[in-house]
């Protein structure tokens, strides 16, 4: 063969080899079966086929249009899914791989591609640390360096990287032995011209690698992504941590107050936060309807209002029916609620009252809420500015608001406001929330880092 032509062919096989590739990684289906750590024989069977139908077709054309090599990588693709999915991945693939060759009478190609791929297999089998696996590269000098610092420390063991190097240049020796010795039964590119005889041996390791380190690219991303997720999760159940105990802590000194007093009164908001509780300890879900959020105001605020009495606190809804299933994190406006009530509505002898409404702004798809009190107001702030907490005219701080403020930040980034101001009549708080318009569309248990990321990520450019 022209050294010319082998060197182009090999040129363009690398080409073929890192478009597959890529082109396969666009699939979603492709890339959830590739990184499981375990697969089934039906899986194994789809992520074969995934990669070993278009290499097919590939063959086919190899044997169809004269002089056009390139397009074959059936002995690289065998090696690969062997070293992807074990010894039967690596059986069905040559096995399918070599299908077309045989029909065009390179009898040979049936049963070497077998064994090419159940060797791959048996190397993915002898790797200790599948990582190994993923870290193979074409720049075998790294590698070798690599392995001498390993020699020095560990004489008589031979790195898998070295190993899976020589085992890829075994087969093709074996491959062009048996090429030169059976013309016709298997297909080969060769050369007698040692420069590019050097240049087969390293595109063939080469279109092994090349995939590997495309698909490895993914996979660290995906890893990234689930740091992020797992990131977002901690910083969620710590935040929600803090409001918990809080919330339990301010309710417990309500009950303590009316034990020596009022005994009867103290039972029946034990009573109370017992339900409370259980319904806390039930509450799995980091999103809740609007709906349960609000039913578990009205439970917390049955306490309060037997605290401070009928006549001293009140509490008014004007909530558009539309709102009632939007989701929101759970536990959301609960501290809102008792910021009003500690810092707004207690220091007034007279009490006041608390105005909860809700709407949809079709204009901008968000779901605004508003809770506003009647009681001895805070400066403007702009709460989104979490970098302090928010503080009342008396400058004490506080904590919940300041606490809704940074879990907004966390859960939706910029797309979700939340402002403080003085009330529409110049007394008194109005807190406005802003946030995007999330419906239910299936389990709420479903991991609420990953409807963060979702989130998050839909407003990344």
Not at 46 to 53: G, L, N, S
Not at 204 to 228: H, I, S
Not at 239 to 245: G, V
């Amino acid at each position: 063969m022209d050294s010319k032509l082998v060197l182009i062919t090999c040129v363009i096989k690398l080409g073929v080899c890192a478009a597959t590739a890529s082109a396969v990684m666009r699939s979603r289906i492709f890339k959830n079966l590739l990184f499981k750590a375990h697969r089934t024989l039906n899986q194994e069977l789809h992520m074969v086929a995934f990669m070993a139908v278009p290499l097919t077709l590939g063959v086919w054309v190899r044997t169809s249009v004269r002089n056009f090599f390139a397009a074959d990588v059936a002995f690289e693709a065998a090696i690969l899914l062997g070293l992807i999915g074990g010894r039967y991945a690596g059986l069905l693939a040559g096995m399918m791989l070599a299908f077309p060759a045989f029909l065009h009478g390179e009898f040979l190609s049936l049963p070497f591609y077998l064994a090419v791929g159940f060797v791959g297999g048996v190397c993915r089998d002898a790797a200790a640390d599948r990582e190994a696996i993923w870290s193979f590269s074409p720049f075998m000098d790294l590698s070798v360096y690599r392995w001498l610092k390993r020699a020095i420390k560990r004489p008589f063991r031979l790195d898998w990287q070295i190993s899976f190097f020589i085992v890829i240049c075994g087969l093709q020796l074996i491959r062009m032995e048996i090429s030169r010795t059976n013309p016709g039964m298997l297909f080969n590119v060769d050369s007698r011209e040692p420069l590019v005889l050097l240049a087969i041996f390293a595109t063939v390791v080469a279109c092994v690698a090349v995939p590997l380190k495309v698909w490895n690219v993914t996979r660290v991303e995906l890893k990234l992504e689930e740091q992020e997720r797992l990131l977002l999760q901690a910083r969620l159940d710590a935040l929600q941590s803090q409001i918990n105990p809080h919330f339990l802590f301010n309710t417990l000194n309500s009950v303590s107050s009316l034990v020596r007093l009022k005994p009867e009164t103290a039972r029946e908001l034990i009573l109370k936060l017992s339900n409370i509780l259980r319904a806390l300890l039930n509450r799995h879900d980091a999103f809740v309807p609007l709906s349960d959020e609000i039913a578990f105001i009205d439970d917390y605020l049955d306490i309060e209002v037997v605290r401070f009495g009928a006549d001293k606190l009140r509490f008014l809804k004007q909530l558009d029916p539309e709102t009632l299933d939007v989701i929101i994190p759970a536990m959301l406006l609960q501290p809102l609620v008792e910021n009003s009530i500690k810092h707004g509505i207690a220091p007034r002898l007279e009490g006041g009252t608390i105005w909860l409404r809700s709407r949809i702004d079709g204009n901008l798809d968000k779901l605004i809420i508003e809770l506003e009190d009647n009681g001895v107001g805070i400066s403007a702030i702009d709460a989104s500015d979490v970098h302090g907490p928010p503080r009342a005219a008396d400058g004490r701080v506080k904590i919940g608001m300041h606490n809704v403020a940074e879990r907004l930040l966390v859960l939706y980034g910029e797309q979700a406001v939340m402002q403080v101001n003085p009330g529409e009549n110049g007394t008194g708080t109005l807190i406005r929330l802003e946030l995007p318009t999330l419906r239910p569309t299936g389990n709420l248990k479903d991991s609420a880092a990953a409807m963060v990321y979702e989130i998050r990520s839909a407003s990344r450019p």
